[in-house]
């Protein structure tokens, strides 16, 4: 099982420009998660999914946007990118947890510098 | 106020020596705790899962105190390959929440 991949590792935008970060799982989890990391701001949740077809706002939604088409990938967009959003970010996959105790699995990050 | 609050370190040990982190969190009703260890330019991957009883992996120990919302990680006889962020986790339902980490250097 490869877990969880991010597509692609690395990427320079400029501002303005628009592209899409791929999240696979191949563990049939039902959540899956986009969070971005900041120094000094631990990680904060953009967007997660409880399932196929079905997406929800984190913490800081703002300027971007998800799909969930298919249970075993999770995509994150950027439609303008800005500076602020020079992050790294990681996608993330669990099971489904009525009461919690599942933890999550993460993809290796994707490293996104906006000049 | 943050739902999961951990002291940034960093903590710089000698090896072998025994270092404790804490973690407190904010929200009663969580239902679910974790450590995660996140090395340099990495992913976060779990370390441990914590439980109202304590528990214990080799040289790694993990609390829970519900009614003082706080969470622990005891990590004795620390190796240089202990070198790490470590990072306390809250899970709601659905939700997880972080704290910002704690840094930890093990010096030879």
């Known amino acids: 099982n490869a877990g969880v991949t991010q597509t692609p590792k690395f990427r320079v935008l400029k501002t303005g420009q628009s592209m899409t970060l791929l999240c696979a799982q191949d563990?049939?989890?039902?959540?899956m998660y986009w969070y971005r990391q900041d120094p000094g701001m631990g990680l904060r949740l953009i967007h997660y999914s409880v399932g196929e077809g079905t997406t929800a706002k984190g913490e800081v939604p703002d300027g971007y946007n998800v799909s969930r088409l298919k249970k075993q990938n999770f995509l994150l967009g950027l439609e303008s990118a800005a500076p602020s959003q020079t992050s790294v970010y990681f996608c993330a996959s669990s099971y489904t947890a009525r009461t919690g105790g599942y933890e999550q699995y993460f993809g290796p990050g994707t490293r996104l510098t906006v000049t | 106020r943050k739902e999961v609050e951990q002291d940034p370190g960093p903590f710089n040990v000698p090896e072998g020596a025994t270092v404790a982190f804490n973690c407190t969190y904010s929200?009663?009703?969580?239902?679910?705790f974790f450590w995660y260890r996140q090395d340099c330019r990495k992913e976060p991957k779990l370390l441990m899962s914590v439980y109202s009883s304590g528990n214990e992996d080799g040289r790694f120990t993990a609390q829970l105190n519900r009614a003082s919302q706080y969470i622990s990680l005891l990590i004795r006889d620390s190796k240089l390959s202990d070198s790490a962020t470590y990072l306390c986790?809250?899970?709601?339902?659905?939700?997880?929440?972080f704290g910002t980490g704690t840094s930890l250097t093990v010096i030879p």
């Open positions: 563990m049939n989890h039902e959540y």
């Open positions: 986790v809250v899970n709601g339902v659905i939700q997880f929440y």
């Open positions: 929200n009663s009703a969580s239902q679910s």
